[in-house]
């Protein structure tokens, strides 16, 4: 069974930084794994994507500012942000999809997800 469970976020000025993690389980390593976002009223937006074959990619929103990355035995997620805005505030969420990542993928795609923690920007 494919867990995820998180750790880290909380509160931070903007220009700050601050690190997520996700202990990751039960997966294949052909999964895609990724991190989304969703602040209230709005639809979760991936702001890393990992493919199996460890390319990462990032929407231009956070590209130069995020950096996600895995530990060498690609049990753990890492969510790296720097220079946070007011805009990053959000509910964040690593994921898991068992068909691999695709073009076009969506946040509805991500069949297992994280319980989500709380990034707080203020300004």
């Known amino acids: 069974q494919v867990q995820l469970v998180q750790s880290g976020g909380g509160s931070v000025e903007t220009g700050g930084s601050l690190r997520l993690s996700c202990a990751v389980s039960?997966?294949?390593?052909?999964?895609?794994l990724g991190w989304l976002r969703q602040y209230r009223g709005r639809r979760r937006e991936t702001v890393a994507e990992?493919?199996?074959?460890?390319?990462?990619r990032y929407p231009d929103s956070v590209k130069g500012r995020f950096t996600a990355s895995q530990d060498s035995a690609k049990s753990t997620l890492y969510l790296q942000m720097n220079d946070l805005k007011p805009e990053d505030t959000a509910i964040y969420y690593c994921?898991?999809?068992?068909?691999?990542?695709?073009?076009?993928?969506?946040?509805?795609?991500?069949?297992?997800w994280g319980q989500g923690t709380q990034v707080t920007v203020s300004s």
């Open positions: 994921a898991a999809e068992k068909w691999g990542c695709y073009t076009g993928m969506t946040s509805g795609d991500y069949g297992y």
């Open positions: 039960g997966y294949a390593s052909d999964y895609c």
């Open positions: 990992i493919g199996a074959d460890g390319t990462i």
